[in-house]
């Protein structure tokens, strides 16, 4: 694609047909829970948008998001937004290296300034420059010098949104997020660990619709993706209501696919979309596939850990200053759960009596 084509005429060029194009304009709508009113709309600004540079910056991180990006197949969202940006710099993706990719990358900022999206995946050192450096510029560095002519940043992975891994007790390099550091731009944070390949895309394609970012929680989170919680979503969600669920990994409950709450899931207070976007072309996600969330996309998660115990053992702390009443409601919803298994233990031990 040149830099001189919008994104109508590249995805001609490309064979791309009138029909296929609103197809992929009613995806994106989707994507971003906009209406099937928005879908013209959204049409008429990607067609007319042009391509925006992406420089990507890889800081303390494992390349988990990259992988969970490039899990992207053809001919998705994913892969048409992917060839409608022209993504100058990624250290794992780009052919350069060396003064070749410092270049590329002095080159984008150059050439659009004030106009190019940062992407950041890992958090960034603090407690000594030469902890992590590239090319010899250390990551704080390189990620003032960069932010400072992009139009937005977007935090992806819980590292860069929060600090993750990196930032856990006793944080030897004194990891922080991108948001303790640059203050000065918007900034869009796409949690978890590793985020959802389409969540990224989603904010790129309302970046790329209406120049501007995506509606945002309280953490700098686009709400379109977590505005609830996994457990308002979750298939399992009526077997904590009846107060049924799963003891050990192997028991009757586990088989039968109950509750995973008792052995330690965080679904009730993290946001993400796991449960209606799931991973692996939607084929699943870890509750789906017999295993509590971990809570990745929320601050802290690795810190507060005993991620097989129950959120009620007091071991996960709610968000009391950010979303304290969202906290509260599923305190109130997982004593309303515990106490319907009471009842029900209850009415079982009676039957039991009343039989012997």
Same mark, same amino acid.
């Given at each position: 694609?040149?830099?001189? *084509?919008?994104?109508?005429?590249?995805?001609?060029?490309?064979?791309?047909?009138?029909?296929?194009?609103?197809?992929?304009?009613?995806?994106?709508?989707?994507?971003?829970?906009?209406?099937?009113?928005? !879908?013209?709309?959204?049409?008429?600004?990607?067609?007319?948008?042009?391509? #925006?540079?992406?420089?990507?910056?890889?800081?303390?991180?494992?390349?988990?998001?990259?992988?969970?990006?490039?899990?992207?197949?053809?001919?998705? !969202?994913?892969?048409?937004?992917?060839?409608?940006?022209?993504?100058?710099?990624?250290?794992?993706? *780009?052919?350069? &290296?060396?003064?070749?990719?410092?270049?590329?990358?002095?080159?984008?900022?150059?050439?659009?300034?004030?106009?190019?999206?940062?992407?950041?995946?890992?958090?960034?050192?603090?407690?000594?420059?030469?902890?992590?450096?590239?090319?010899?510029?250390?990551?704080?560095?390189?990620?003032?010098?960069?932010?400072?002519?992009?139009? &937005?940043?977007?935090?992806?992975?819980?590292?860069?949104?929060?600090?993750?891994?990196?930032?856990?007790? #006793?944080? #030897?390099?004194?990891?922080?997020?991108?948001?303790?550091?640059?203050?000065?731009?918007?900034?869009?944070?796409?949690?978890?660990?590793?985020?959802?390949? !389409?969540?990224?895309?989603? !904010?790129?394609?309302?970046?790329?619709?209406?120049?501007?970012?995506?509606?945002?929680?309280?953490?700098?989170?686009?709400?379109?993706?977590?505005? *609830?919680?996994?457990?308002?979503?979750? $298939?399992?969600?009526?077997? $904590?209501?009846?107060?049924?669920?799963?003891?050990?990994?192997?028991? =009757?409950?586990?088989?039968?696919?109950?509750?995973?709450?008792?052995?330690?899931?965080?679904? #009730?207070?993290?946001?993400?979309?796991?449960?209606?976007?799931?991973?692996?072309?939607?084929?699943?996600?870890?509750?789906?596939?017999?295993?509590?969330?971990?809570?990745?996309?929320?601050?802290?998660?690795?810190?507060?850990?005993?991620? $097989?115990?129950?959120?009620?053992?007091?071991?996960?702390?709610?968000?009391?200053?950010?979303?304290?009443?969202?906290?509260?409601?599923?305190?109130?919803?997982?004593?309303?759960?515990?106490?319907?298994?009471?009842?029900?233990?209850?009415?079982?031990? =009676?039957?039991?009596?009343?039989?012997?």
């Amino acid at each position: 694609m040149r830099k001189d *084509q919008n994104l109508g005429e590249y995805l001609r060029a490309q064979g791309v047909s009138r029909r296929g194009f609103l197809k992929f304009c009613s995806a994106t709508a989707s994507l971003m829970a906009l209406p099937p009113s928005a !879908v013209a709309q959204v049409a008429e600004a990607l067609a007319s948008a042009r391509r #925006p540079s992406v420089i990507w910056l890889s800081f303390q991180e494992c390349t988990g998001c990259t992988e969970s990006l490039t899990r992207s197949h053809a001919p998705t !969202v994913e892969s048409l937004i992917f060839d409608a940006i022209s993504l100058d710099y990624h250290h794992t993706l *780009q052919a350069a &290296a060396g003064e070749g990719a410092e270049n590329a990358r002095m080159a984008a900022m150059e050439e659009n300034d004030g106009e190019y999206l940062l992407v950041v995946d890992g958090s960034i050192p603090t407690g000594n420059p030469g902890f992590s450096t590239i090319a010899g510029i250390s990551n704080l560095d390189m990620l003032k010098e960069t932010a400072r002519g992009a139009a &937005a940043v977007i935090a992806v992975g819980t590292c860069a949104a929060f600090g993750g891994i990196p930032q856990a007790f #006793p944080n #030897p390099t004194g990891a922080v997020s991108v948001s303790d550091i640059i203050t000065d731009k918007p900034i869009i944070n796409v949690s978890g660990c590793p985020p959802i390949p !389409v969540v990224i895309t989603g !904010v790129l394609a309302h970046f790329l619709t209406f120049g501007t970012i995506p509606d945002l929680d309280p953490l700098g989170r686009p709400t379109a993706f977590f505005g *609830q919680t996994i457990h308002d979503r979750c $298939y399992r969600r009526p077997f $904590y209501e009846r107060g049924e669920f799963a003891h050990t990994f192997d028991d =009757e409950g586990a088989r039968k696919g109950w509750c995973l709450y008792e052995l330690g899931c965080k679904g #009730p207070t993290s946001y993400n979309a796991c449960a209606t976007l799931k991973w692996n072309e939607g084929t699943s996600f870890p509750i789906g596939s017999g295993h509590g969330c971990l809570g990745c996309s929320e601050p802290g998660f690795w810190d507060h850990g005993s991620f $097989y115990k129950p959120i009620s053992a007091g071991l996960w702390g709610p968000r009391e200053t950010l979303l304290g009443a969202a906290a509260a409601g599923a305190a109130l919803g997982i004593g309303s759960a515990m106490a319907a298994r009471a009842r029900k233990n209850k009415a079982l031990k =009676e039957a039991e009596a009343d039989s012997s």
